[in-house]
């Protein structure tokens, strides 16, 4: 499959200019390298150090292996850990989920909202975003819970986003994290972890 998407993007005819030529050929190259990319998903840790909240080393180095191991304890414990969030965001990239994460997040930071105008738009965009049916970053909800954070949109509050987060927050508790803990990444972090110790 993936050869023929490559010959297809070499095949793109770009006219008989050479500077046209030239720039097809570099974005074809650049799609061919993105392609590449998706094709070979990995979740070892090298990847999850590329968006450490610190720099990777340093991050890596105030890490413990008692934090890490505790992230294991709970799916809650791992969320109140500012390297436990960037491990399990690392991991849901790598699986095309992370939008349940980040509609989590969001919802956290919509709660400390103090302002009512800014409570009002923030809601309306985490709504867009992430609950409206067809939205960029759609999260996976029941139709009744859709409807009922819908229908709070008329009056936004701090809680109206509750039903719906109580929900992700479930799915990737039963689904998502049990993999994390499962997975490349996350045991070679607590392996790195280790070996520092030593």
Known sequence: MWSALNRSLSDHP???????????????????T?????SHKSDSCS???AILPDKPNRALKRLSTEEATRWADSFDVLLSHKYGVAAFRAFLKTEFSEENLEFWLACEEFKKTRSTAKLVSKAHRIFEEFVDVQAPREVNIDFQT????????QEPSLTCFDQAQGKVHSLMEKDSYPRFLRSKMYL??????QRRLS
């Not at 770009?14 to 061919?32: I, L």
């Open 14 to 32: 770009v006219g008989k200019d050479p500077q046209a030529m030239r720039t097809g050929q570099r974005q074809n190259k650049g799609m061919r």
């Open 34 to 38: 993105r392609l590449g990319c998706l």
């Open 47 to 49: 990847d999850f150090t």
């Open 146 to 153: 859709r409807e009922a954070t819908r229908k709070n949109m």
């Open 188 to 193: 070679d972090l607590l392996s790195q972890s």
